[in-house]
Structures are given as structure tokens and as C-alpha cells.
């Protein structure tokens, strides 16, 4: 089908020329998206109008309504003579009255079966969201998307080193989907490019190739909320509602040139391997790390000095580690193969928590289903503290997993809900149930905000230390059986 102006027919409006931009200009288009900001698509529509419905109604209601197009089944881009796409996206805030991104950015749909014959460059993701126009507005419950507030919009070119993540990040799941494993995708086994759930529970389930006998949940390619967290951060801090030509914002630990040869994977291992079975305190000492009063996270200081080549003081804080929501852990390991400290994460946000009414929309399931980055250290001798580097691997949670670890979220939720929010309470570490809750200090006197509006302590999401050994077990009969 060609890709001109027919494919796109102006609403009541006959020639292109009438348009109050230029459809062939990508800055013409967001030029004129401005006047949106600040306003809703009711101060826009006429009168004979009949709203859409459904999912995906809000974008076309913007392409009717505001920009005087009607929508139709034409596969390529929105704004296809300009090579852009058209994407709103939703923002809530925060008791802080904080904008925050509330999903990921769904791009388009993957069909198993056809996929598989598509390289990067002629798949529907890469044609179609190259440049996008994504317009942000605040999602308010049970409004109608007529009176939705538009706040920022954002002329967003993806940048040729977000490309070639994100062109790895699309490999891997097709080469997944070729080996009949459709099934076994997760948004934690890339970077920026997700290959995220569609559909509820109990959805009928899709056909995928090189297997026959295990049909797939419907998924969608989509830029992960880490990533669109990056944008949303770039666009509040330039104080402006429009912005266009976005650069990185973070300091970058892998340069354009060197993903051109590796993948960010290898590169970042590559550092690593040198120092494998090297002992801490000698890699401390080459990478120029001070320890010498012992500060109880030299562990992670010396990780970090290898991951980020002293191009970052805080790896997990880099442009590459933000947008793709990965994070790096150290676990240490006793002579006699026991872990002894339990893994924290970020306290619990109970109002977070508790508008959540979905699972798959919950931060825990971003956090819990994101790539994470381990980096082991294994005592040679009992009680000496003498510490090799042991092993660094990338490691996504495993699907049984994420399953146990909705109930552990379920459980959560309704204490919060119920106002039980104390130790007497939460999951334990002594539960054996992989999670457990706790505070991260023992002395906290700082109230963490509640839906009741009484506020309690803070509290964090922790694997149990049996569930790190666990991990770390897997990791090494995988080595074991190659």
C-alpha cells in the first residue's frame, strides 16, 4: 500500500492544504501539537463527533479530532509521509505532585508466526517508531478521554546508540521466538526493547512457530518504563512542556563505537573477566578504590569501578542501567557456601501499592522483572575474609518465580488495604517463602505515606538469603552442565 496522503484522508477538510501544518514535516507536526498542551480534545471536538471506545481510542481520537485525519488499518506510521509515529502516553502523579510515568509504551503487537521472517530493518517496530511524537497526559480514573489533559509532548528521534540496544534487544527475542520459546519471553531478557504481556489472565493463547504443542501469551514489542522514565526526567528538568532532539541525559558507560563491535552484555563481562578469581583487595588496589577503613559497601565500590571503567561514579545511576531498568548486586559468599545477608530493594510505596490494581502494573513487577546484574565474591578460608571475584552472569527471574512473587505482592497489597502494615504482618525471612518484608534500618523514625493518610514505617522488598544461594546454585550447575 503506498504511504501517501490518500492512505491518511482529511477529516471534512478535502485537500492536504487546508491542514494547519504540514503533513510531509515531522517538525511541522510537532509544532502545531503544542496547542494541545495545557488543554483537552473537548476543546476541540465538534459536536457531531462520536467518540471511540476501547484500547488505543485515545490516539485516534487525537488523530481525528485534533490533528483532522481519520485513522485506518494502514500498517506503517501515523504521520507516515513525515516517518513519524503518533503515541499518547499516560503520566499520573505523585503525593509529591510529581509527574510519573504510569506504563510502558506499547509499539506494536508481535505476531509470532510472521515476525520470524522480519531482520530489524524491515520489522514494524523499526519502520514505525524510529521518530515518534509522544504525547504525555495525566490518566485520571474514570474520566472520559475527552476531558484528559495533555501536558508534554516530545518529538523523540531514538538515537543511534539507543538503536543498537535496542536492535540486540530485538534479536534476542526473535531468536527466542525461532526456537519455539514464545512462551518463555520476559521483559527481563533485554535492555530497552520489552516484549510485554497483552490481555488478562485466561486470554486465549497465540500460535507460535517451532512448536506445536505450546501455544504463547500475547505480547507486544514496547520502550520499557525505565526507559520512558529517562525522557519524562529529561523533559521536567528542561522546565519546557515541548521538547524535540532529546540527548542522553546520564553519564554513559559504553560508547556508540564499541556497540557497533560487542553487545552491551559481552562489554560489560569483558570488564569483569580480567579480575575473575583475583582477590578483592588486589582489585580494590588496581582499580584505584580506597578501603582502607573498611566501608561496609567496598564490595560494590570495587564492582563498580570495574563495571563503569571510572566513566561513572554509580553504575546502577548510568544512562544504560536507567533506561533499561538493569541493576547490579554484589553477593558475597562464605568459605562453607552460606550467604548470610539477605538482598534489599527499595522501600514499599504504599499508595503506590494500593492503587495498583494490577499485578503487571505494579513497580514490584518492573523491579522483580527487570535484568539484573550479579557479581560474586567466594572466601577462600573460614572467617579470613579473603575474597576472590567468583563469577559475574546477567540474570532475569525465572517465570515460576514472578508467579510467587504476585502472591508475595497480593499479600502486600491487602495489609495495606486493611491498615496492617507492622512486622506482626509481612512475609519473614524464616517463612522460607523466597520474599520477605522488613525495614532496611532498624531505627527509623520517618513515616512513609499510607492511603488512610496516617502514614507508618517504612518498610522494603528483600529476597531471603536462601533465595540468593539458590540463585547463585543455578548459576553454577548451568556453568557445570555448559
Not at 571510572?310 to 553504575?315: D, L, M, R, W
Request: glycine residues 6%.
Amino acid at each position: 500500500m503506498s504511504d501517501s496522503i490518500t492512505d491518511k484522508h482529511i477529516v471534512n477538510q478535502g485537500p492536504a492544504k487546508f491542514l494547519p501544518y504540514d503533513i510531509k514535516s515531522a517538525t511541522s507536526i510537532f509544532e502545531y501539537s503544542k496547542g494541545l498542551l495545557g488543554k483537552t480534545l473537548r476543546d476541540f471536538v465538534r459536536k457531531d463527533y462520536v467518540p471511540k471506545k476501547g484500547k488505543g481510542s485515545l490516539g485516534q481520537m487525537v488523530e481525528n479530532i485534533y490533528f483532522l485525519l481519520e485513522t485506518n488499518n494502514y500498517a506503517g506510521a501515523d504521520f507516515s509521509e513525515a516517518g513519524m509515529e503518533l503515541k499518547c502516553t499516560p503520566l499520573k502523579k505523585s503525593k509529591q505532585d510529581e509527574y510519573l510515568i504510569k506504563e510502558r509504551l506499547v509499539c506494536n503487537m508481535i505476531n509470532y508466526c510472521e515476525v520470524i521472517n522480519d531482520d530489524f530493518e524491515h520489522s514494524h517496530f523499526y519502520l514505525k517508531c524510529q521518530l515518534m511524537l509522544l504525547l504525555f497526559y495525566l490518566h485520571q480514573n474514570n474520566c472520559d478521554n475527552l476531558d484528559l489533559e495533555f501536558i508534554f509532548s516530545v518529538l523523540w528521534k531514538l538515537p543511534k546508540k539507543d538503536l543498537l540496544i535496542i536492535r540486540h534487544d530485538y534479536e534476542v527475542i526473535i531468536d527466542k521466538i525461532k526456537q519455539g520459546k514464545a512462551h518463555e519471553l520476559s521483559e527481563g531478557d533485554t535492555l530497552y526493547l520489552g516484549a510485554c504481556r497483552k490481555g488478562q489472565k485466561g486470554d486465549s493463547l497465540m500460535k507460535q512457530p517451532n512448536n506445536p504443542h505450546v501455544d504463547a501469551p500475547r505480547r507486544a514489542f514496547s520502550l520499557k518504563m525505565a526507559y520512558m522514565r529517562t525522557i519524562l526526567e529529561y523533559v521536567v528538568k528542561s522546565g519546557k512542556n515541548a521538547v524535540s532532539n532529546v540527548a542522553g541525559t546520564k553519564s554513559e558507560i559504553v560508547s556508540t563505537s564499541a556497540l557497533l563491535k560487542k553487545s552491551f552484555d559481552d562489554i560489560l563481562l569483558g570488564r569483569f573477566k580480567p579480575y575473575l578469581n583475583m582477590p578483592f583487595a588486589m582489585i580494590a588496589e588496581r582499580k584505584k578504590v580506597n578501603i582502607s577503613n573498611n566501608p561496609k559497601n567496598k564490595f560494590a565500590l570495587v564492582a563498580n569501578a570495574i563495571a563503569t571503567s571510572a566513566k561513572c561514579s554509580n553504575v546502577n545511576r548510568s544512562e544504560e542501567f536507567l533506561k533499561a531498568g538493569l541493576t547490579m548486586k554484589t553477593i558475597r559468599i562464605q568459605a562453607n557456601g552460606i550467604i548470610k545477608e539477605a538482598m534489599s530493594f527499595e522501600n514499599i510505596d504504599y499508595i503506590e501499592v494500593a492503587g495498583c490494581e494490577e499485578w503487571i502494573d505494579s513497580r514490584l513487577y518492573e523491579l522483580y522483572s527487570s535484568r539484573f546484574m550479579f557479581v560474586v565474591f567466594r572466601e577462600q578460608n573460614t572467617g579470613k575474609e579473603d575474597y576472590v571475584l567468583d563469577d559475574v552472569f546477567f540474570w532475569t527471574m525465572p517465570q515460576k518465580d514472578l508467579e510467587w512473587a504476585e502472591v508475595y505482592w497480593n499479600h502486600i497489597r491487602n495489609n495495606i488495604l486493611t491498615g496492617h502494615i507492622s512486622e506482626e504482618y509481612w512475609w519473614k525471612g524464616a517463612d522460607k517463602k523466597k520474599f520477605h518484608v522488613r525495614p532496611k534500618a532498624q531505627k527509623s523514625v520517618d513515616l512513609a505515606p499510607t492511603p488512610d493518610g496516617k502514614g507508618a514505617k517504612k518498610f522494603c522488598y528483600w529476597f531471603n538469603n536462601d533465595y540468593v544461594r539458590e540463585i547463585v546454585e543455578n548459576r553454577r550447575k548451568e556453568i557445570i552442565n555448559g
